[in-house]
């Protein structure tokens, strides 16, 4: 079974700063997908950025990028130029690789306030 | 936006009632998995269809079931609600061969 751990319940951060969330997760699986999402307090779940665990390059997107340590098993969130709209609670996931079948495990959640 | 819709928004049910959420995928997403959220924390994993069958469950009873539908919609359906019932239900879906999925905004039910 995988478990995906986000070890700060709450992160601030001042407006234009930079900001990075940890998560990391225990597998034995080799092939497997990696996940932010974001949940404003509208709820709707949001994907920021994805990762596959046989890419080394780490992924990013826009203002968002990863630090993907495979053999730490580690996943952190960089927020680059934070915005007021990035206050929301972010998730990171896990789904294994090489199957339909997408269970996605997600950690506890960081709750990140962007204050201006 | 995600394309991905559920009714009702909020929803409060007696315990022992049954309860039908309901799910709409966009076209093309056969793939549709269900999550439940306990305020403040993470998603849990109750099933996914795939082509109108469950392709996998997390660790939930039987009372727990769910359809998928061939144009796109699903359900889950949850009998003899119990209290710790009480969550956020969201769906997500995602079209073929896809490694993301995308999040309806949820259903929140209250169990009294």
């Known amino acids: 079974a995988q478990t995906v751990t986000q070890s700060q319940p709450e992160m601030s951060v001042q407006e234009a700063e930079t900001v990075t969330l940890s998560c990391t997760y225990d597998t034995s699986e080799n092939n497997y997908y990696l996940f932010w999402y974001k949940q404003p307090p509208s709820r709707q779940m949001i994907l920021v950025i994805r990762?596959?665990?046989?890419?080394?390059q780490n992924a990013t997107e826009n203002r968002f990028s990863v630090n993907f340590q495979k053999a730490a098993k580690s996943f952190s969130l960089k927020i680059s130029d934070s915005q007021l709209g990035d206050t929301a609670m972010y998730f990171c996931?896990?789904?294994?690789?090489?199957?339909?079948?997408?269970?996605?495990?997600f950690g506890q959640g960081t709750i990140l306030t962007v204050h201006p | 936006e995600t394309g991905v819709t559920q009714s009702p928004t909020h929803l409060i049910k007696t315990r022992g009632q049954q309860v039908t959420l309901r799910c709409s995928s966009q076209?093309?997403?056969?793939?549709v998995s269900w999550y439940q959220q306990a305020l403040g924390q993470g998603p849990q994993f109750i099933f996914q269809?795939?082509?109108?069958?469950?392709?996998g469950r997390g660790n939930f009873p039987p009372r727990f079931s769910g359809l998928q539908f061939p144009n796109y919609s699903s359900e889950l359906n949850v009998n003899a609600l119990e209290l710790d019932d009480s969550a956020l239900y969201l769906c997500a879906s995602s079209p073929q061969g896809a490694d993301e999925q995308y999040f309806g905004p949820g259903t929140r039910l209250t169990v009294t």
């Open positions: 269809y795939y082509r109108e069958e469950e392709n």
């Open positions: 996931a896990f789904r294994p690789g090489g199957t339909s079948y997408g269970k996605l495990t």
């Open positions: 990762q596959e665990a046989y890419k080394q």
């Open positions: 076209s093309g997403h056969n793939t």
